[in-house]
């Protein structure tokens, strides 16, 4: 047996491919004990220190929020971020790219080296130590692209990200990394809901292989029976997050929920999944709502009324901070979507969300690579409050015959 242990760090630094079949099959079986030992051999990366995060009785009126973030890219983004003062930033996936070079060893070293290089970047420190963040992972920061529940390493990408982020007690006691955050008094309670779409997330069906790469993805809108986006652990804990008082809720997902109008990695490709969600959303206790969203390399505004849902949803979609593959032009002209109300902006972006608690009101925004405007679109989710002194009228008596 002891011979066995020895021989499993070798063995695991082989690509998968190269790897017998009977070890491809059942890597679970042994991988605990090698990441026991790995963890007292290297030392996991950690993020720049963290500025403290609000306190739970503060007023929160803006948050920014990106993805898409290469840790080989420019880093200029996070000074135009800071620029907008925003109370809290939420980096919602591909928050480095792990994946890239990645040989398939168990120890994914491409992954923590990844992680060590962002950390390297000043603009990034800087930024860190003025602006408190919440996170969550995508694809190329849990694993490999379009990665699921069924990635044989994910224990190992989660204790990776936890020690990097210095992840809260509530999310390192539980597998995946969701959380949720609530702050200010009543009448002005925003709570933040970072869900976790890879953890637990079923493998996607696929169109049948094809010479020509498709356009607009590789996934269709599937109904099959038994597929999970967040897993039953989550799914009940998002009831019971969404069942607490809050004036407005921000719900983070790493992928996009509203649109219908490609086949790449989104909700629509488990629809089952998507009405539950909207089920959930509409049930929970009344509080206005806003969905953020990343991963597409583009951002636009959307929204839609679901039948499931029972109201309008509104989602604002940014991606990426340092990986813009084409133009706003054309790519707004390749996708068309009847829920975007904006341009398909290609461009690097983050996004900002104010909100005015008088009024009631969130404005919803895309801001460019020079923090310039590039999107807007605002909503009210309940009738404002009123400016005016409250003036008691007179009793209107009947005159007496």
Known sequence: MRS?????????????????????????????????????????PVAPPAAPMPSTVATISRIAFGSCNHQNGSQHMWEKIAATGPDLFLLIGDNVYGDQMWTGDAALTTLRNAYALQSSHPEFADFRATVPMLTTWDDHDFGFNDGGASFAFKGWAEDIYETYWDASPAVRARPGVYESRMFGNAGRSVQVIMLDTRFFRSDLERYPYADERRPLGNYPASEVEGQTMLGAAQWAWLEQELAKPADLRILVSSIQVLTDAHDYEAWETMLSERRKLYEVLGAREESGLVILSGDRHAGGIYTDTPIAAGEQLWELTSSSLNRAFADTASNTAREPDPRRLTDFISEENFGLVEIDWQAKQVTMKLLGSEGEERASESFSWDPPISDAPLIMEEPVTEPVE
């Open 4 to 44: 066995l242990i020895a021989a499993i760090p070798l063995l695991l630094a082989t690509p998968l491919a190269a790897q017998d079949a009977t070890v491809e099959a059942g890597p679970s079986d042994f991988l605990e004990g090698y990441y026991d030992q790995l963890r007292d051999q290297v030392t996991l």
